[in-house]
């Protein structure tokens, strides 16, 4: 018997836009999706300073949902542990596949300000520019969403 | 920042190796991880099975071409990473897929398991010789990731 598997993803990065709020057909639910950007930094073999961002699209259903889509917004710094999942659909014939994190937990670590309301995104928090993430928002609105 | 992948399942094809034009060796897997649960409701036993596409670089990538198989069992650690590409409509694709950086063997029939980082040249000890006594999660997984087969995405 095949054990069981696993299949879990950690990432520590910032939004690079505000949380995109959906609700599933027949009262199935808020479902709250975000991009996040990781960055990495190094340092090559002449000791210059390298610099790769990645994106990643990640979905909240339920309570989660609800959390995101309260609190996050462009810029903020977040902890998310998950699942990836792959989805497919059909465009003209062509099979069109997209990877995207289940978000099961949830730190938010941008600190709260005096009044205790969550930091807004728009201050030093600058996140990564997101030029080269507008062609996966465009491709993507053209798919069902689930 | 973190970016972190950790998966535990079993490969769907035997793994497919290229070399670089300066010779160090890519491998890519596609990997099944099965979830199994009970539906709360109805008491149904579930499974549902999620493939993933696995790239290995360098020394790492020549131990998976060589001891990993169809139906082996692996845990891999690693990044994920979107590549953008163009379809013949010359409209942008996205693939994402997690690139190992640690991959330990795991279901040896030897009993043993073999532990490969990207970072330490690999000894050649343990072999992983039970490929064949762990069951892959799909019997109809096609032999490349070219035949795009209905329920594989990749």
């Known amino acids: 018997m095949a054990s069981r598997g696993v299949n879990k ?19 199935g639910g808020k479902v709250v999706a975000i991009r996040l950007a990781t960055s990495e930094v ?21 309570k989660l949902a609800d959390t995101a889509e309260q609190y996050l917004r462009k810029g903020s710094k977040i902890y998310v542990e998950g699942s990836l999942r792959t989805q497919q659909w059909d465009k003209n ?6 990877t995207e994190v289940v978000v099961r937990e949830l730190q938010m670590l941008d600190r709260a300000d005096e009044n205790g309301a969550p930091r807004h995104s728009s201050q030093p928090s600058t996140p990564p ?3 080269n993430d507008a062609g996966l928002d465009e491709d993507f609105d053209d798919i069902p969403f689930f | 920042m973190l970016n972190k992948v950790t998966l535990i399942g079993n490969l769907g094809a035997d793994p497919e190796v290229r070399y670089m034009p300066n010779g160090e060796a890519v491998a890519s897997i596609r990997l099944a991880t099965t979830m199994r649960w009970k539906d709360k409701q109805t ?45 013949q409509d010359g409209q942008d694709r996205y693939t994402t897929e997690i690139v190992a950086e640690e991959m330990h063997m795991l279901g040896s029939r030897s009993g043993g398991t073999a532990n490969y980082s990207d970072n330490q040249p690999a000894s050649s000890a343990s072999r992983a010789s039970g490929a064949s006594s762990s069951e892959p999660p799909m019997q109809s997984a096609p032999p490349a990731y070219e035949d795009f087969d209905d329920d594989i995405p990749f």
Do not use: C, M
């Open chain 1, 42 to 62: 190094w340092k090559d073999q002449a000791k210059a300073k390298q610099e790769h961002t990645e994106w990643h699209r990640l979905v909240f259903f339920k």
């Open chain 1, 129 to 131: 520019t997101a030029a």
């Open chain 1, 9 to 27: 993803v950690i990432l520590l990065g910032r939004l690079g836009a505000d949380p995109d709020i959906r609700y599933l057909p027949n009262n």
């Open chain 1, 93 to 98: 014939g062509e099979k069109r596949y997209r």
């Open chain 2, 43 to 87: 008491g149904e036993r579930k499974t549902s099975t999620e493939w993933h596409r696995v790239v290995f670089f360098r020394r790492l990538a020549e131990v998976a071409g060589e001891y990993l198989k169809k139906g082996s069992q692996v845990y891999v650690e690693g990044r994920l990473r979107t590549n953008k590409w163009q379809g």
